[in-house]
C-alpha cells in the first residue's frame, strides 16, 4: 500500500504510470486523499481523473467504515486484475469518526520471487505488449464495474435520480432521503450499462459530486442527458448545505471566512530566521512546511511557494532573471532530504549563487511529528544513521555551510546572514532550532 495527499501522488507519478503497465504479483493499492477546500494544500485537484489516464481502476468511500472495507476490496480487485487500484478518499472522509468491526486478518501465502522481463522490465518493445494487455484489462474491468456491489441502486421516488459518489453520497442522503441513488463506489470504469438503466427509470437524472465535472462528462459523452451543477460548484469544497442549491442550478455562495488566519506557533523558531530576512528586506523563495506561514502577517517574508524543493531551484532560477535583486531560497530540514538536494546539486552544477537556507527543527513539523533521515530515527521511532545536512551541503559542492542557532544565537545569526547575502558564492546556512512542540528529541 501507498499512502499520500494528491500532491505526493503527483511527485509519485512517474514510476506509477508504468505500473499500470507491469501490474504486480500481489495486491497494491494507492490511497490518495484530495483535499477539497484546500483545508491544507497548494491545490485542489481531483485524482479521479488519474484513473483515467493511467488506467487503472478509481474506488470512493463515502465514510470511515467504507474506507476500511475498500481497502480489502481493493486488494482483491488489484490481484484478480494485475492492476494497480486507486482508493481515492477526501478530506471529510478521513476527517470522521465511525464504530467498526476490524475482522480477523487474513494473511497471504508470500508469492516467490521470479525473473519476469517481459512483466517488468519496461523496455519499448516490451512495453508496447503490456499496453494490449492493459487495454484488455480496462474492458474486463467495466464489465466487473456492472456486477460489483461497489456500484449499488437505491431505488425509492422515481421522480428523481441522482448519481453521486464518495462524501456527496453521504450529503444527498441527509438532504433528499426520499430520492433514487446510484452510488459509484467503483467510480472508473464506469458501469455504462446500470447508469442507462439508472436513467432511464427515473424521471429526472441529476449528478451531484464535489470538484470536477468527472460523472458529468462522462455521461454527457454516453448521450444521457442528466441536471449538473453550475460551474461554480467546481472550486471548494461541497457542504451539506449547499446539495440543495447545486441541484436546484443555483450558483454557489462563497460563505466570508472570518476564522483567524494561522500563524507561526508562539516561539516558533523559524520567526527569528525569517525576522533576520525581514530586516534586509529580502525576496524569500519559498517551500512546503510550517515556514510557509511566513507569507502571512505578521512576517510577510515569504513570496513563493509551489511545491517540496521549490525554495531551492526558484532561488536559482529567480537571480538568473533579476540578477540585481537579493533573493535567498528557504527549504525546511525534511523537505531538503525529500526533494531540495537534487535542486542543490543543480544549482552547484549550473554555478548559481545566493544564501538557501535549510530551517532545521530537527522532525516534520508541518504533518504531525514524524521523524526522518535528518533525526536519527526511523518512521517507527527506532535509532538508525543520521544524515549529516552539513556534509551532504558540502558534498554537493556549495561555497560555505553554516549551522547556527537563530534562537540562542540570533545578533549572530542575523550578521552571518547579511554577510552571506552579500558574498558572491552559493551558501547554505542550517538555522538549526527544535520545533516547541514535539517532545523528546534525539
Same mark, same amino acid.
Given at each position: 500500500?501507498?499512502?499520500?495527499?494528491?500532491?505526493?501522488?503527483?511527485?509519485?507519478?512517474?514510476?506509477?504510470?508504468?505500473?499500470?503497465?507491469?501490474?504486480?504479483?500481489?495486491?497494491?493499492?494507492?490511497?490518495?486523499?484530495?483535499?477539497?477546500?484546500?483545508?491544507?494544500?497548494?491545490? %485542489?485537484?481531483?485524482?479521479?481523473?488519474?484513473?483515467?489516464?493511467?488506467?487503472?481502476?478509481?474506488?470512493?468511500?463515502?465514510?470511515?467504515?467504507?474506507?476500511?472495507?475498500?481497502?480489502?476490496?481493493?486488494?482483491?480487485?488489484?490481484?484478480?486484475?494485475?492492476?494497480?487500484?486507486?482508493?481515492?478518499?477526501?478530506?471529510?472522509?478521513?476527517?470522521?469518526?465511525?464504530?467498526?468491526?476490524?475482522?480477523?486478518?487474513?494473511?497471504?501465502?508470500?508469492?516467490?520471487?521470479?525473473?519476469?522481463?517481459?512483466?517488468?522490465?519496461?523496455?519499448?518493445?516490451?512495453?508496447?505488449?503490456?499496453?494490449?494487455?492493459? %487495454?484488455?484489462?480496462?474492458?474486463?474491468? $467495466?464489465?466487473?464495474?456492472?456486477?460489483?456491489?461497489?456500484?449499488?441502486?437505491?431505488?425509492?421516488?422515481?421522480?428523481?435520480?441522482?448519481?453521486?459518489?464518495?462524501?456527496?453520497?453521504?450529503?444527498?442522503?441527509?438532504?433528499?432521503?426520499?430520492?433514487?441513488?446510484?452510488?459509484?463506489?467503483?467510480?472508473?470504469?464506469?458501469?455504462?450499462?446500470?447508469? $442507462?438503466?439508472?436513467?432511464?427509470?427515473?424521471?429526472?437524472?441529476?449528478?451531484?459530486?464535489?470538484?470536477?465535472?468527472?460523472?458529468?462528462?462522462?455521461?454527457?459523452?454516453?448521450?444521457?442527458?442528466?441536471?449538473?451543477?453550475?460551474?461554480?460548484?467546481?472550486?471548494?469544497?461541497?457542504?451539506?448545505?449547499?446539495?440543495?442549491?447545486?441541484?436546484?442550478?443555483?450558483?454557489?455562495?462563497?460563505? %466570508?471566512?472570518?476564522?483567524?488566519?494561522?500563524?507561526?506557533?508562539?516561539?516558533?523558531?523559524?520567526?527569528?530566521?525569517?525576522?533576520?530576512?525581514?530586516?534586509?528586506?529580502?525576496?524569500?523563495?519559498?517551500?512546503?512546511?510550517?515556514?510557509?506561514?511566513?507569507?502571512?502577517?505578521?512576517?510577510?517574508?515569504?513570496?513563493?511557494?509551489?511545491?517540496?524543493?521549490?525554495?531551492?531551484?526558484?532561488?536559482?532560477?529567480?537571480?538568473?532573471?533579476?540578477?540585481?535583486?537579493?533573493?535567498?531560497?528557504?527549504?525546511?530540514?525534511?523537505?531538503?532530504?525529500?526533494?531540495?538536494?537534487?535542486?542543490?546539486?543543480?544549482?552547484?552544477?549550473?554555478?548559481?549563487?545566493?544564501?538557501?537556507?535549510?530551517?532545521?527543527?530537527?522532525?516534520?513539523?508541518?504533518?504531525?511529528?514524524?521523524?526522518?533521515?535528518?533525526?536519527?530515527?526511523?518512521?517507527?521511532?527506532?535509532?538508525?544513521?543520521?544524515?549529516?545536512?552539513?556534509?551532504?551541503?558540502?558534498?554537493?559542492?556549495?561555497?560555505?555551510?553554516?549551522?547556527?542557532?537563530?534562537?540562542?544565537?540570533?545578533?549572530?545569526?542575523?550578521?552571518?546572514?547579511?554577510? $552571506?547575502?552579500?558574498?558572491?558564492?552559493?551558501?547554505?546556512?542550517?538555522?538549526?532550532?527544535?520545533?516547541?512542540?514535539?517532545?523528546?528529541?534525539?
Amino acid at each position: 500500500m501507498y499512502a499520500s495527499k494528491h500532491v505526493g501522488l503527483n511527485v509519485a507519478m512517474d514510476p506509477l504510470m508504468t505500473a499500470s503497465y507491469t501490474g504486480v504479483t500481489a495486491g497494491f493499492v494507492i490511497v490518495v486523499c484530495d483535499d477539497p477546500g484546500m483545508h491544507s494544500s497548494q491545490n %485542489e485537484q481531483d485524482t479521479r481523473w488519474v484513473g483515467l489516464y493511467s488506467k487503472m481502476p478509481v474506488l470512493e468511500p463515502s465514510n470511515p467504515r467504507e474506507a476500511k472495507e475498500f481497502v480489502k476490496e481493493a486488494f482483491e480487485i488489484s490481484e484478480k486484475f494485475d492492476t494497480p487500484v486507486i482508493l481515492r478518499m477526501v478530506t471529510r472522509v478521513s476527517h470522521t469518526k465511525q464504530d467498526m468491526d476490524l475482522g480477523e486478518r487474513i494473511v497471504p501465502e508470500q508469492p516467490p520471487l521470479e525473473k519476469n522481463p517481459a512483466k517488468y522490465v519496461m523496455v519499448p518493445k516490451l512495453a508496447y505488449k503490456k499496453h494490449i494487455l492493459v %487495454e484488455e484489462r480496462l474492458n474486463k474491468l $467495466r464489465e466487473f464495474a456492472e456486477k460489483t456491489s461497489l456500484n449499488k441502486v437505491e431505488m425509492n421516488d422515481t421522480k428523481m435520480g441522482i448519481i453521486t459518489s464518495s462524501m456527496a453520497y453521504s450529503y444527498v442522503k441527509e438532504a433528499y432521503p426520499k430520492a433514487s441513488i446510484l452510488k459509484l463506489g467503483f467510480s472508473y470504469p464506469f458501469c455504462d450499462e446500470k447508469i $442507462r438503466k439508472f436513467a432511464k427509470s427515473v424521471d429526472e437524472l441529476v449528478v451531484v459530486e464535489e470538484l470536477d465535472p468527472f460523472i458529468e462528462t462522462h455521461i454527457k459523452a454516453m448521450g444521457i442527458e442528466a441536471k449538473t451543477k453550475d460551474p461554480s460548484f467546481m472550486i471548494g469544497e461541497l457542504r451539506p448545505e449547499l446539495i440543495k442549491p447545486l441541484i436546484n442550478g443555483e450558483k454557489k455562495v462563497e460563505k %466570508e471566512n472570518k476564522d483567524r488566519p494561522p500563524r507561526l506557533c508562539p516561539g516558533c523558531p523559524h520567526f527569528f530566521s525569517f525576522n533576520a530576512m525581514k530586516k534586509l528586506d529580502l525576496f524569500v523563495a519559498g517551500d512546503i512546511g510550517c515556514y510557509t506561514l511566513a507569507c502571512l502577517p505578521p512576517l510577510q517574508t515569504l513570496h513563493t511557494t509551489v511545491c517540496m524543493g521549490a525554495g531551492v531551484t526558484f532561488n536559482e532560477g529567480l537571480r538568473k532573471a533579476n540578477p540585481d535583486a537579493k533573493i535567498v531560497g528557504v527549504v525546511g530540514d525534511s523537505t531538503f532530504v525529500h526533494s531540495g538536494v537534487t535542486g542543490l546539486i543543480n544549482a552547484v552544477y549550473n554555478n548559481a549563487k545566493g544564501v538557501i537556507f535549510i530551517l532545521d527543527n530537527s522532525i516534520t513539523a508541518m504533518t504531525g511529528g514524524q521523524q526522518n533521515p535528518a533525526t536519527g530515527m526511523t518512521i517507527r521511532n527506532e535509532k538508525t544513521k543520521q544524515l549529516d545536512l552539513k556534509a551532504l551541503c558540502l558534498a554537493c559542492g556549495v561555497d560555505h555551510v553554516d549551522v547556527i542557532d537563530p534562537v540562542k544565537e540570533n545578533k549572530e545569526f542575523e550578521a552571518l546572514v547579511e554577510k $552571506r547575502v552579500n558574498q558572491d558564492a552559493l551558501s547554505v546556512i542550517i538555522a538549526k532550532h527544535p520545533c516547541k512542540l514535539i517532545k523528546n528529541l534525539g
